[in-house]
C-alpha cells in the first residue's frame, strides 16, 4: 500500500527564526525578509510574528491569523507582556524535527514527494556542514541516503509482496481491474478533500499551536483531529452513496457483471476514507512531536494484513476461471473486509501513541481562534491542484479499463507495473531526495544561489549515478523480471510477460521523474507553491492528448505499454518545463557541470545494457520462457549489466564514483 509514496503538493517549512549568528534557523516568512533586528535587541525568546510557520505561498490569509504575513515587525500591533513564571530556568530543550507530510506511490503522473526530516534547529553551521557537508558535496549526502535507503527498502518489499500475491489471487483482469479501481476511489477521495490541504495548512497549524498553546497544542489537536474526523465520516457516507457515479467516472461501464462487482467493492472500499483521515493526522501529531518510528512502520502492518487476505483469498477460491460472474458473494466480503481492514489497522495502531506525545484522546468541539476559515483559502488551491493531476489519472484508468474488456490488459496490470517502475526511485531516488533536501533549503534561506544550484547539479547528477544502470537493467530483463514477480495463479506467463514489456518501454523515464521531483524541491525551498502547479499543469497538458492517442494507435493488448510510454515522455516533459524556469529564476544550472557527467552515465549504461543484451541472446536456448528460466536471465543479466556499468563509470572517471570507491579501499586498507 503506501509507503511513503510519497507528494508533490506543497510542503510547510519550519517556524523558527533566528536566533544568533552561528546558528541556522529556518526562514520565517517569503523572501524577500525582513532586515536583521540590532543584537541589543534580540530576546531569548522569539516574538509572536518570527514563531509564526512560513506558508509556502505566494499569497497568504489576513495578518490575523497564523498564516498571515508579519510584514515589518514595527506595524504589528501591540502584544501584551507575557506574565513571567517563577520558575527556575530549565535546561534548553531538546531540538525539534519538522515534519513534511508525504503520501505514497500511485499511479498518477507525479508521485509523491517523500518526507523530509528536519534537522535539529540549534545546530551551527559547522555542526551541519560536518553532518551534511558544504553545497555540491556528496559525501554527507550518500552517507545519510544510504541509511534512509535501508529504512526504505523494508516497506517497498513488502509493498512488493503484496503486489505478488494479489496478482495470484485476482489475475489482471475484470476481477482485479473492478477491485483496484474501487481500492483507488478511498485513497482519491481523501487526497482530493484532506490530504492536499493537511499538507498545506493542517501541519502549520498544529506547530503555530504547539509552539505558542499553554498546552502545548493539545487541545488544539484534539478540535481539529475531531473536527477532522467528522468531516471525514460525512464525506465517506456520500462517497458510499455516490459509489456508482464515482466507478463509472473511471470506466467501469459495459459489462454489468463488472460493475456490480466494482459497485459493491467500492460500497465496502470506500469506508477507507475515514482511517486514511484518522492515521495521516496522527501521523501528523505524532511526528511534530517527535514520534518517527511507529508512523513509519505502519503501512508495513497494512502490508501484511493484505497479503494475508490473498492468501486466503487463493485458499478459499474453488476451481474454474475467476471471474465477475464466478466470484463468490465469500470472496467478494473477504477482500472487501481484508483489505480495510489494512488501513484501519495502519491508523489505528497509531492513536495509543498519541497520549503518550501529550495529545489524550479526547473529543474536543469548537472552530474558534482555529484558523481554519482563513487558511481555508490557502487549501483551495491545493485541492485544485489535486484535481488537475486526477484528470491524468482519469483518462488513463478510463483507457486501461476500456482495453480489459477489448481483451487486452487494463488498469490492474498499469498499476503493478507502475508500482515495480517506481520501486528503484522509491528506494534510491526518494533517499537521495529525503538527504539532500534540508541541505538545499537552508542555502535557500541564506539566499545563496550558487549552494542551491549545486546541490540540483549534485542531486540530478547522484540520481543518475543510482538510476541509469537500473534502467538499463529494466530495458533488457524487463519481459523477463515481470514473468518473475507476477507469473503466478490467476496471472499467466504471457500477460506477466506483457507487463515485462510495458515496465521494459517505459524504463527511460527513471531519472526525468526523480530529476522532477528534485526540481519541485527546489521551488518549495524557496518557498515557491505555485510554480509547481503550473508545471504539473503543463504535464498534464502534454500527458492528456497522448494517452488519447494511445487506444487509437495500438492494439488492446499493447495499451498498457503504451500508458506507460506516455506517463515517462510526461516525466520528460517535466524536467524540461522545470529546467527552463528555474533557468529563468536561478540565472543558470551549472550545465556543464551537470550533463557532462549524465551523459558519460548514459553511454555507460548503454554499453552496459547491449552487452547484457548479447549475453542473454546467446544463453537464450539454455533458459526457455518459464518462471525458473526467466529468474536465471534475471540473475545473469542483472550481474553483467552492472558489473560492466560500474567499470565503465570507473573507467569514465565519473567523480560521483571516486569517493565510495575510495572510502571502500580505505576499509578494505584498515581491514
Avoid at 531569548?44 to 508579519?70: E, I, K, N
Avoid at 480495510?340 to 497520549?355: E, R
Wanted: charged fraction near 15%; include cysteine.
Amino acid at each position: 500500500m503506501r509507503a511513503g509514496p510519497e507528494d508533490d503538493r506543497p510542503v510547510a517549512e519550519d517556524a523558527d527564526a533566528p536566533a544568533a549568528d552561528d546558528v541556522v534557523r529556518r526562514p520565517h516568512r517569503m523572501p524577500p525578509p525582513p532586515p536583521p533586528r540590532p543584537a541589543h535587541e534580540r530576546s531569548g525568546r522569539p516574538d509572536a510574528a518570527s514563531a509564526l510557520p512560513p506558508p509556502p505561498y505566494r499569497a497568504a490569509p489576513p495578518p490575523s491569523t497564523p498564516f498571515g504575513d508579519p510584514g515589518p515587525v514595527s506595524s504589528l500591533p501591540p502584544v501584551p507582556p507575557p506574565t513571567p513564571r517563577p520558575l527556575p530556568s530549565p535546561p534548553p530543550p531538546a531540538a525539534r524535527n519538522r515534519w513534511v507530510p508525504g503520501a505514497a506511490d500511485d499511479t498518477q503522473v507525479m508521485t509523491s514527494l517523500p518526507p523530509v526530516p528536519r534537522g535539529p534547529l540549534g545546530e551551527r553551521e559547522a555542526e551541519i556542514q560536518a553532518r551534511e557537508g558544504v553545497p555540491g558535496a556528496s559525501r554527507g549526502i550518500l552517507r545519510a541516503a544510504g541509511t534512509m535507503a535501508v529504512a526504505t527498502l523494508v516497506s517497498r518489499v513488502t509493498g512488493l509482496l503484496r503486489t505478488m500475491v494479489l496478482a495470484a489471487a485476482l489475475g489482471v483482469l475484470l476481477v482485479n481491474d473492478a477491485y483496484t479501481t474501487a481500492n483507488t476511489l478511498p485513497n482519491i477521495v481523501y487526497e482530493l478533500l484532506l490530504g492536499g490541504v493537511l499538507t498545506s495548512v493542517v501541519v502549520p497549524l498544529l506547530v503555530h499551536a504547539q509552539e505558542h498553546d499553554r498546552d502545548g497544542g493539545a487541545a488544539y489537536a484534539q478540535r481539529l483531529a475531531t473536527i477532522a474526523t467528522a468531516g471525514l465520516v460525512v464525506v465517506t457516507g456520500l462517497a458510499i452513496l455516490l459509489a456508482p457515479l464515482l466507478t463509472s467516472l473511471y470506466g467501469i461501464t459495459d459489462d454489468p457483471e463488472q460493475v456490480r462487482l466494482a459497485n459493491w467493492l467500492a460500497r465496502i472500499l470506500l469506508i477507507e476514507i475515514v482511517f486514511y483521515g484518522v492515521g495521516a493526522l496522527a501521523q501528523a501529531i505524532l511526528n511534530s512531536r517527535d514520534v518517527f518510528g511507529p508512523p513509519a512502520w505502519a503501512p508495513v502492518l497494512n502490508n501484511v494484513i493484505v497479503i494475508a487476505t490473498g492468501v486466503l483469498f487463493i485458499a478459499a477460491a474453488g476451481p474454474g476461471e475467476l471471474t465477475p460472474a464466478t466470484i463468490t458473494s465469500g470472496q467478494v466480503w473477504l477482500l472487501g473486509i481484508g483489505t480495510t481492514l489494512g488501513i484501519a489497522v495502519q491508523a489505528l495502531v497509531l492513536l495509543p501513541l498519541l497520549p503518550k506525545a501529550g495529545v489524550p484522546l479526547r473529543p474536543r468541539w469548537g472552530l474558534k481562534n482555529t484558523g481554519l476559515r482563513e487558511a481555508g483559502t490557502l487549501g483551495l488551491w491545493v485541492i485544485g491542484y489535486v484535481a488537475v493531476s486526477q484528470v491524468g489519472v482519469i483518462a488513463a484508468t478510463r483507457i486501461a479499463n476500456a482495453a480489459t474488456r477489448e481483451g487486452g490488459l487494463g488498469s490492474s496490470a498499469f498499476q503493478y507495473v507502475s508500482l515495480l517502475f517506481q520501486m528503484p526511485y522509491g528506494i534510491i531516488g526518494v533517499a537521495l531526495l529525503t538527504a539532500l533536501v534540508p541541505r538545499m533549503s537552508r542555502a535557500a534561506s541564506r539566499r545563496d544561489i550558487p549552494g542551491v544550484v549545486s546541490d540540483l547539479s549534485l542531486g540530478t547528477r547522484l540520481s543518475a549515478l543510482g538510476l541509469l544502470p537500473v534502467t538499463a537493467v529494466l530495458c533488457v530483463l524487463g519481459p523477463d523480471l515481470g514473468i518473475v514477480v507476477f507469473a503466478r495463479g490467476n496471472t499467466g506467463v504471457a500477460e506477466a510477460e506483457a507487463m515485462g514489456t510495458a515496465l521494459a518501454v517505459g524504463a527511460f523515464g527513471l531519472l526525468p521523474l526523480a530529476v522532477t521531483l528534485l526540481q519541485l524541491r527546489v521551488f518549495y525551498a524557496m518557498k515557491d507553491a505555485r510554480t509547481p502547479t503550473l508545471i504539473q499543469v503543463g504535464m498534464v497538458a502534454v500527458r492528456v492528448p497522448l494517452l488519447l492517442l494511445v487506444p487509437a494507435l495500438v492494439e488492446p493488448g499493447q495499451v498498457v505499454a503504451g500508458l506507460m510510454l506516455v506517463t515517462s515522455i510526461t516525466y520528460v516533459a517535466g524536467w524540461v518545463i522545470g529546467d527552463l524556469v528555474l533557468r529563468a529564476r536561478l540565472g543558470g544550472l551549472a550545465t556543464r557541470e551537470t550533463f557532462v557527467p549524465v551523459a558519460r552515465m548514459i553511454a555507460v549504461s548503454a554499453v552496459a545494457g547491449g552487452v547484457g543484451w548479447l549475453v542473454l541472446r546467446v544463453t537464450d536456448d539454455l533458459f526457455g520462457t518459464s518462471v525458473a528460466g526467466s529468474l536465471g536471465k534475471v540473475l545473469i543479466g542483472t550481474v553483467v549489466i552492472g558489473g560492466v556499468a560500474l567499470a565503465g563509470l570507473v573507467v569514465a572517471r565519473v567523480p560521483e564514483v571516486r569517493e565510495p570507491l575510495a572510502a571502500v579501499r580505505a576499509r578494505m586498507g584498515r581491514g
